[in-house]
C-alpha cells in the first residue's frame, strides 16, 4: 500500500534534548513537509523540500533542522532552541509537478517536553 | 499576504441531516486552488475535496460538495445526509499556483453529528 508513515506516534523529551521524527513515503512523492498543529490552530509550515539535498524554511523554522538525503524521507529534529515544541506534528508530500499537487498527510507525531 | 478565514469555531448537524461550513479567503491572485481537509479523532488529514479556481462548475464529491464564489472570495463546504462517521474537525486550505506549493490554512471547525 502507498502511503506516509510516521514515527513514533507520540515521543516524549526532556528539556534540553534533541529529537527528531521520522517521516518516510513510498508514493514517489518529489516535495515533502512538515507541518506543526497546535489547538485551535491550523498547520503551520516548518520546513518543505522539493528535491533531494534541497530544503526551503516555512513559516516557523526556528528550533527546527531537517534533512532530505533520499526521496522517500524527511526527517524532523526538533532541537533544544525550540522553545515550545510541545505539538502535533504532521508530514506531508506531494507531486512536485503537475497542476493540482494535493498534499497526503501521515498519521502524525505527539510531541510532548516533560 | 493571503489568509483564510473559518469564522464556525464549531457546528452541530443531526444524523442525515444537511450541513454547511463557510471558509472565505483573501488574495489578489486570479488562479488559485481551494481545497477541504478533514482531521477526524485519529488526527490524520484526509482530502475532502479540491477545487481550481478557474473552473467555474462547483467540485462535488459523493455526498460533499462545494459552493465557490470567486467574486465573494468564498468556498463553503456542504455535506449531505450526514453520517456519524463524518464528525471531525474541518480546515479549508489555499495554495497559488506560483506558491512553493505551500498550503495557507484556516483554524478549522469542529463538525458535531448529533445521533
Known amino acids: 500500500d502507498g502511503g506516509i508513515t510516521q514515527s513514533p506516534k507520540y515521543l516524549f523529551r526532556k528539556e534540553g534534548q534533541n529529537v527528531t521524527l521520522s517521516c518516510e513515503q513510498n508514493?514517489?512523492?518529489?516535495?515533502m513537509y512538515w507541518y506543526r498543529q497546535d489547538p485551535g490552530q491550523g498547520l503551520r509550515l516548518i520546513y518543505y523540500?522539493?528535491?533531494?539535498?534541497?530544503?526551503q524554511k516555512g513559516d516557523i523554522a526556528e528550533g527546527y533542522s531537517v534533512s532530505r538525503e533520499k526521496k522517500e524521507s524527511f526527517p524532523l529534529t526538533v532541537t533544544s532552541a525550540q522553545k515550545n515544541p510541545t505539538a502535533f506534528y504532521l508530514c506531508?508530500?506531494?507531486?512536485?509537478?503537475?497542476?493540482?499537487?494535493?498534499?497526503?498527510f501521515g498519521p502524525g507525531t505527539r510531541l510532548t517536553v516533560l | 499576504a493571503q489568509t483564510v478565514t473559518q469564522s464556525q469555531p464549531e457546528m452541530s448537524v443531526q444524523e442525515a441531516e444537511t450541513v454547511t461550513l463557510s471558509c472565505t479567503y483573501d488574495?489578489?491572485?486570479?488562479?488559485?486552488?481551494l481545497f477541504w481537509y478533514k482531521q477526524p479523532p485519529s488526527r490524520q488529514m484526509i482530502l475532502v475535496i479540491r477545487?481550481?479556481?478557474?473552473k467555474q462548475q462547483n467540485a462535488t464529491e459523493n455526498r460533499f460538495s462545494v459552493n465557490f464564489q470567486k467574486a465573494a472570495k468564498s468556498f463553503s463546504l456542504k455535506i449531505s445526509d450526514s453520517q456519524l462517521g463524518d464528525a471531525a474537525m474541518y480546515f479549508c486550505?489555499?495554495?497559488?499556483?506560483?506558491?512553493?506549493?505551500?498550503?495557507?490554512w484556516g483554524a478549522g471547525t469542529k463538525l458535531i453529528i448529533k445521533p
Open positions: 508514493l514517489n512523492h518529489d516535495a
Open positions: 523540500s522539493q528535491i533531494v539535498n534541497d530544503f
Open positions: 477545487q481550481e479556481a478557474y
Open positions: 488574495t489578489s491572485e486570479s488562479d488559485y486552488y
Open positions: 486550505a489555499y495554495r497559488s499556483v506560483d506558491s512553493n506549493y505551500q498550503l495557507i
Open positions: 506531508a508530500s506531494s507531486r512536485a509537478s503537475g497542476s493540482i499537487d494535493t498534499q497526503y
